[in-house]
């Protein structure tokens, strides 16, 4: 199991590492924050200053080594605009940004897996082929899209909802429900498929058989083997919470972090843009490793089979 977890864990810190790198990279190469920040009518001398006064005048692997020494003394950078540490930045937008994520995932849990779950023990019937249309058109429909029409109608036609901002609790429904039901959808097709799946093994046939009752059986062989694969499709959600948010933050100009990587993107300022991509990659990383480690306690065969791998 040591070896399991080392191996899980040393995955991890080199996809954070990759990530970090491509981020920093892309961002320099992306074009010169001095200019987006001064304007490229700015006298010449107070541009260069500006480069030298951040490093910018550096080569791009002084400031790669630079950036990577701070990170391990915990200095995340600090804002070209605000002149605040990017983590105070980011922190603020952190809770405004939950209050959505949390709602839309239990969301996505609430009705998706139900959903496939019916969908599945009544198979080929009106409601199986109900829930597997609103489970396509959850994950085809793009977020802006089904947002723009959520606000068209509950907040231009019908006026009962807010279009945008944070003025109340009423003003997270839209938001909530434009991020839960993709989601939803992937989640009722993924479970539906798994669920199928574990009714067509032997064991199931057997347990019926028997004489075991059905409820008996799919509570007590079906949904325990089927959540085995749906664990994987849950941890990449709670991986992408933030990530996901973007979109549906800058649709309903929500102030969470979604909408302040937006705006660091087009200022180019780079501290704060690289805070948020080390976050969400950590999130998702974290995520993964703790899908991994479910997957190695529900299933011992893998953690076997990773272990016998390194050899």
């Keep these: ?51 030298h006064a951040w490093g910018l005048d550096q080569p791009i692997w002084v400031q ?4 990577f020494r701070a990170i391990a003394h915990g200095d995340l950078g600090v ?28 969301l996505k849990l609430g009705v998706g897996i139900p959903a496939g779950i019916h969908a599945a023990l009544h198979r080929n019937s009106t409601s199986d082929r109900l829930v597997m249309a609103g489970a396509v058109a959850g994950f085809t429909v793009p977020s802006f899209v089904l947002g723009l029409l959520l606000v068209l109608l509950f907040s231009v036609q019908l006026g ?14 839209l938001p909530v429900i434009t991020l839960g039901f993709g989601g939803a959808g992937v989640l009722a097709r993924f479970t539906r498929s798994a669920m199928l799946e574990v009714l067509g093994q032997p064991y199931i046939r057997t347990a019926s058989a028997k004489g075991v009752p059905w409820r008996q059986v799919v509570r007590g062989h079906a949904l325990p083997n089927a959540a085995i694969p749906t664990v994987t499709v849950v941890g990449f959600m709670v991986g992408s ?48 490793l703790v899908v991994d480690l479910l997957y190695g306690v529900l ?13």
């Design 1 to 51: 199991m040591l070896r399991y977890l080392a191996l899980r864990l040393a995955r991890a810190a080199l996809t954070i590492v990759l990530v970090v790198t491509f981020a920093f990279v892309v961002l320099r190469l992306s074009g010169d924050p001095a200019l987006i920040i001064m304007s490229p009518e700015a006298p010449v001398e107070a541009i260069e200053a500006f480069r």
């Design 64 to 67: 790669y080594l630079d950036y």
């Design 160 to 173: 009962w909802l807010p279009s945008g901002g944070q003025e109340s609790w009423r003003s997270m429904i």
């Design 79 to 106: 804002s070209f605009r605000d002149g605040r540490p990017a983590i105070e930045l980011v922190s603020e937008r952190i809770p405004a940004t939950l209050a959505l994520t949390i709602p839309a995932l239990m």
């Design 299 to 311: 299933d011992p065969r893998l953690r076997a089979g990773a272990t016998a791998g390194a050899h």
């Design 241 to 288: 919470l933030i990530a996901g948010a973007v979109v549906v933050e800058s649709v309903f100009s929500w102030p969470g972090v979604g909408r302040l990587l937006v705006v660091a993107v087009s200022n180019r300022d780079l501290a704060v843009v690289q805070c948020i991509l080390l976050l969400v990659a950590s999130t998702m990383v974290a995520s993964n």
